[in-house]
């Protein structure tokens, strides 16, 4: 076999196991988003129970304040019936007429946060629908993934054997250009060479579609145990059947 047939075949392989392994990262990716809402949903829920607690409490310290006003209220009632001059009377119904005000304003503020209390609250349920419902979600994702690794998870061990295999008996810094271009081009290190016009012997990469030598297209068929690469992406350049056929049929032509 020769180095390119060894690459072509490791291309083949990588192509396969990268397939395999980007079902299984779509199911987590999926989960993660998933995991990634419920979090900040449940970091909702927790901020918005916690704003909850504390506007009930001011509400209900507002009821006591005003319940505490109002006991004050009945005291100095009780203390105006037994006083003997108007003087002192006076002074204790102006008090109780500014502890009324007072009352009123601490009952409009204590309405207002009970008021806060039921909205807050509304949300909350809300909010706790939508985190169960997100559960639910997550669940199933998790389910998918599981279900994704059972479906995939022999092939792809299977298939990294194989390419571990084929990747072997090819040359340590022939293997580093291959990975480095499985890297560079997301899994497409290899690119055939394009026939674009026979009688002006036109050819281009049918990677990065731009124009190559004519000399590098003859060095794949007279050197076929060195890489020949594509002068513009650096991809390595492999005869596919179809420009193999046009080859053997105008050679076969010139024959005759």
Known sequence: MTLQEQIYELFLLEK???GLNRRLEVASYQHTQMQSKLTRLQTQH???AAQLKQTQAHANALENDAKDVETRIDALREQMSSVTNNKEYSALLIEVNTLKLSKGKIEEEALVQMEQVDSLQSQLTELEAQVQEQKKLVGAAEGEVQARKEEVGAELADRSAKRDAAAEPIAPDTLHIFNRLCDQHDGEP??????????????SCGGCYMTIPLERVNTLFTQP????TCPNCQRILYVDD???????????KNKG
């Open 190 to 203: 290899l690119a055939p060479a394009v026939e674009d016009n026979a009688k002006r012997m036109e050819y």
């Open 242 to 252: 179809v420009l193999r056929e046009q080859m053997d049929a105008r050679a076969a």
């Open 16 to 18: 396969q196991v990268r």
């Open 225 to 228: 145990d060195s890489l020949t």
């Open 46 to 48: 927790e901020e918005l």
